[in-house]
């Protein structure tokens, strides 16, 4: 077990930098996850760590040593990669034990690692099977029980489920989690799939282009993005953008606006570009409104289409006023266009009217020019109607 602390690493090649003056501090036994787009420098930042890349600039530790120019052998550190290198001339046994053997140690304890190894990844029982008789998912475990046998005190796993079918993917996150669990090992883990980052990880590092934009618990990167590329990254469906301005008595967007007590944005000012972001699962039918505690008013909008999920319903609504140039527009581009995300039994068909409003508790406000987050839930107008503006409600 040991902490990792990066110091301002970055990673040039020629033209392209693809680590830019990262710094984070993982904790001994915390599971943490670089998440981010393909080429965002997640696996650069990780072959930083584990010695298979050299810094351009910046500093690497693990536990208390400046590993920067040490080999990869002798950090302590154990990597699993998405494509797994079994020796498929060599049992399980021999797969899980060969780095051992390589390092002289005796039959008995070389015996003793395997087993314990292989109780637990679960694979007891299948030693003396060769590779190729076994599942992807089992394969994956062998290239997991070798990293484990090493004892290493930080596992290092790019991608180790990549090649997995969606299922086995799915129950490998378990067996990750429970793995950490047992191990308590200190393991950064590599992955493009927010779905993967959110649920195994005790912090998420999202990066993009090279830079590190938030490292937090992931319900923390969820209900607090630090800015918009966060915010559109983590969840699926990925948050409403909607691009406004501040006024007077909120925000205005070209269909609607939503009123809100500025006070909660100090640092903005009237006529600044502001961007508004909602969760799919935070615009609600309007008859809902009196189940949310403080939400907007109504807002007009036209059902598009609706797709079915089976425990959800996502319904891509189209506002009112931009019905027509929306539907030309690339969809997922469209400023005109919110996700809804309703109940299967809600009564709702597809190109009717319906009145809609977000929950202002959930709306996030984004500077437009730089990116990044100004408040997380706002509140209404206080003390006065909607409408009235601060001067009148205060004489
Ligand atoms: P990720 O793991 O997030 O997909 P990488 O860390 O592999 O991203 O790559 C980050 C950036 O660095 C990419 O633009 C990639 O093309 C570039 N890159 C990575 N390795 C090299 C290399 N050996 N030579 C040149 N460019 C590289």
Redesign the pocket.
């Given at each position: 077990m040991a902490r990792v602390r990066l110091e301002n690493v970055t990673k040039r090649?020629?033209d392209?930098i693809?680590?830019d003056d990262i710094s984070l501090d993982i904790e001994d036994g915390e599971f943490v996850t670089f998440v981010?787009?393909?080429?965002?420098?997640?696996?650069?930042?990780m072959e930083a760590v584990a010695g298979l890349t050299q810094p351009t600039d910046g500093r690497v530790f693990i536990g208390d040593d400046d590993v920067t120019t040490l080999a990869p052998k002798d950090r302590g550190v154990a990597m699993v990669f998405q494509n797994i290198a079994l020796f498929p001339h060599m049992d399980v046994f021999d797969n899980i034990s060969f780095g051992l053997r390589l390092r002289k140690y005796d039959d008995e304890e070389i015996s003793r690692r395997v087993e314990q190894a292989a109780d637990i990844v679960q694979l007891e029982g299948m030693l003396d099977r060769m590779p190729d008789e076994m599942s992807g998912g089992q394969r994956q475990r062998v290239a997991i029980a070798r990293a484990i046998v090493r004892n290493p005190d930080v596992f290092l796993m790019d991608e180790p489920l990549a090649n997995l079918d969606a299922k086995l993917r799915v129950h490998m996150r378990t067996e990750l989690q429970r793995l950490h669990r047992e191990l308590e090992t200190t393991i950064i883990y590599?992955t493009?799939d927010q779905a993967e980052a959110m649920t195994m990880s005790d912090r998420i590092a999202v990066?993009n282009e090279?830079e590190l934009q938030q490292i937090a618990p992931p319900l923390t990167c969820y209900n607090e993005p630090a800015n918009l590329f966060v915010a559109g990254f983590i969840g699926s469906p990925s948050m409403n953008f909607v691009d406004g301005e501040l006024v007077e008595e909120g925000i205005r967007t070209d269909n609607f606006t939503v009123e809100f007590d500025h006070g909660i944005v100090p640092e903005a000012a009237i006529g600044d570009a502001v961007t508004l972001g909602v969760r799919p699962e935070d615009v609600h039918l309007s008859e809902y409104a009196e189940s949310l505690a403080s939400p907007t008013a109504p807002i007009d909008a036209r059902t598009d289409v609706l797709e079915p999920m089976g425990d959800e319903v996502f319904v891509y609504l189209l506002l009112a006023e931009e019905e027509t140039r929306s539907m030309e527009q690339d969809p997922a581009s469209s400023p005109h266009q919110l996700l809804m995300s309703v109940t299967p039994d809600t009564e709702i068909g597809e190109n009717q009217p319906v009145d809609v409003v977000l929950d202002r508790s959930k709306i996030h406000l984004f500077d437009t020019a730089t990116g990044d987050a100004l408040a997380h839930g706002i509140t209404g107008p206080s003390g006065r109607e909607p409408g009235t503006t601060a001067t009148e409600a205060d004489s």
């Open positions: 090649y020629e392209v693809a680590v981010g787009p393909s080429g965002c420098g997640k696996s650069t930042t590599v493009h990066l090279g």
